[in-house]
Nanobody
Framework: QVHLVESGGGLVQAGGSLRLSCAAS????????MAWYRQAPGKQRELVATISSIGSTNYVDSVKGRFTISRDTAKNTVYLQMSSLKPEDTAVYYC?????????WGQGTQVTVSS
């Protein structure tokens, strides 16, 4: 069983920054890729960023240059540093990992960016 717990969301003005954290249970954390997704009201869930077990990263075009995904293996935690936030970044952000053929999601953390 894998448990993912996100934190760090909140309300911020456009141009501001937030850092999301996702604490993962289990020793699988260090050997599996992880990802952040987001879902805005009325829209499909969208892949935002991924990080491999060796630290390679990928981002959706809309956040490139503004968001940074990273991981701390010692703390079993993955982060999403978000800067220059825009109102269109408003969404519930979810941490994700696939393990043993099963998709695991955190409970989500709300990010609201006011204009």
């Amino acid at each position: 069983q894998v448990h993912l717990v996100e934190s760090g969301g909140g309300l911020v003005q456009a141009g501001g920054s937030l850092r999301l954290s996702c604490a993962a249970s289990g020793s699988i954390f260090s050997i599996k890729p992880m990802a952040w997704y987001r879902q805005a009201p009325g829209k499909q869930r969208e892949l935002v960023a991924t990080i491999s077990s060796i630290g390679s990263t990928n981002y959706v075009d809309s956040v490139k240059g503004r968001f940074t995904i990273s991981r701390d293996t010692a703390k079993n935690t993955v982060y999403l540093q978000m800067s220059s936030l825009k109102p269109e970044d408003t969404a519930v952000y979810y941490c994700y990992i696939r393990w043993g053929g099963v998709d695991y999601w955190g409970q989500g953390t709300q990010v609201t960016v006011s204009s």
